[in-house]
């Protein structure tokens, strides 16, 4: 089993930034990916970004420029720096690990963005 514990939401005026920490522990081996799902109330849960076992990165095209996402290796966390932000990235946050077949998920934190 797979425990994240996610850290760093909150509330932000638009053009502010934050920074979301997501720490790994427990089983983690063969990791493929790590990273930040969003899901706004009445939409989907999007893919936000993600670093492969490779080292490549994936952005949502809305959030190109504006996000950055890193990881620790040593520390098994990965981080989200959010900036510029927008009303429209008001979410719940999750990250999330995949390795070989299995998706752990953390619990969530809750982004918002004030106009």
């Known amino acids: 089993q797979v425990q994240l514990v996610e850290s760093g939401g909150g509330l932000v005026q638009a053009g502010g930034s934050l920074r979301l920490s997501c720490a790994a522990s427990?089983?983690?081996?063969?990791?493929?990916?790590m990273g930040w799902y969003r899901q706004a109330p009445g939409k989907q849960r999007e893919l936000v970004a993600r670093i492969t076992s490779g080292d490549s990165l994936n952005y949502a095209d809305s959030v190109k420029g504006r996000f950055t996402i890193s990881r620790d290796n040593p520390k098994n966390t990965v981080y989200l720096q959010m900036n510029s932000l927008k009303p429209e990235d008001t979410a719940v946050y999750y990250c999330?690990?995949?390795?070989?077949?299995?998706?752990?998920w953390g619990q969530g934190t809750q982004v918002t963005v004030s106009s």
């Open positions: 427990g089983s983690i081996f063969s990791i493929n990916s």
């Open positions: 999330y690990i995949a390795q070989r077949t299995d998706i752990y």
